[in-house]
């Protein structure tokens, strides 16, 4: 197995568990006086099941020469200026927050099922960066783990502490040339840098103040993206524009809140500013 067809198998692993946390509560969730220990159980053998899945997909990249003791690296060069880095973040936050949702669905307090939720999307990183750290080529990832762990806390922070609300890691994806003519070459769809695009959004409606005078469903956002999926020296792409608040629109209806919901962890392009290498553009970002 190639390193491009197994890195794409350990992302399809990871995203079938996504939609395996956030299918599961929708359809099932009532009424909670007890934690369900029947739940419990079904949600960490699924856990258990799916990480064994990942390390079988894996095992011909992890355990092929050559390997070495098992070491941490704290720096190494990024051809994709960090944005492999934002994708780790990405993924544990989704992660986080939809195993969250299966944590609540098994009846536990909101805070306890909070935290689950962030050991779960840290969890779900483990395996990769424990193979990388016995290769020799590779190793542990001290900055891709830190950078998993802080997406996987943000959902805790959003139901621990009201402010943190205001602050959300955002994405959007549109496929990048490099991609439509790569064939069977990378980069592949889970490392097609150029095409991604992550934002910190900022909405000042979801302050526990609100927002003042500044309308409820309009924030900023700062995001980061490359031109190329690599690039010889690595060029960033900086983008400040404005960002909506779905949830914040005044809209009604019975299922608008979940839609919105769904909705305000996407970034769709609206007027704002790009700056690479000093030069400014307009545009919608």
């Known amino acids: 197995m190639n390193g491009g067809a197994a890195i794409s198998q350990f992302n399809r692993a990871i995203f079938a568990v996504i939609i395996t946390f956030g299918v599961a509560p929708s359809a099932t969730a009532q009424q909670c006086n007890a ?14 099941v799916s990480q064994t899945a990942v ?5 011909d990249d992890w355990w092929t020469t050559p390997l070495t003791s098992f070491h941490v690296v704290w720096s190494d060069v990024s051809p994709s200026k960090g944005q492999d880095r934002l994708l780790h973040a990405a993924i544990a936050y989704h992660a986080s927050r939809l195993a969250t949702e299966a944590w609540d669905w098994a009846c536990l307090s909101p805070t306890m099922a909070a935290w689950l939720g962030a050991a779960t999307g840290v969890a779900l990183a483990l395996p990769k960066e424990i193979g990388d750290g016995l290769r020799e080529d590779k190793g542990f990832s001290a ?8 997406g996987a806390l ?6 621990t502490v009201r402010a943190s609300r205001a602050l959300t890691l955002k994405l959007f994806y549109w496929p990048s040339r ?8 990378l980069p592949q769809l889970e490392n097609d840098y150029a095409g991604q695009r992550y934002f910190l959004a900022f909405a000042p409606g979801l302050l526990p103040g609100g927002s003042g005078g500044w309308p409820s469903w309009l924030g900023v956002a700062f ?3 490359v031109p190329q999926w690599i690039s010889a020296p690595p060029t960033h792409e900086w983008y400040v524009t404005l ?9 009604r209806a019975a299922w608008w809140n979940d839609v919105a919901s769904a909705l305000d962890q996407i970034h769709f392009p609206v007027p704002g500013i790009r700056v690479t290498s000093g030069e400014v553009s307009l545009g919608f970002y």
């Open 35 to 48: 934690v369900r220990g029947g739940r419990v159980a079904a949600i960490a053998g699924s856990f258990a």
């Open 55 to 59: 390390i079988a997909l894996r095992h």
């Open 143 to 150: 900055p891709d783990m830190l950078w998993g762990t802080a």
């Open 154 to 159: 943000l959902p805790a922070l959003h139901r």
């Open 178 to 185: 490099e991609l439509r003519d790569s064939g069977d070459e």
């Open 223 to 225: 995001g980061h993206s």
């Open 243 to 251: 960002d909506l608040t779905y949830r914040k629109l005044p809209i």
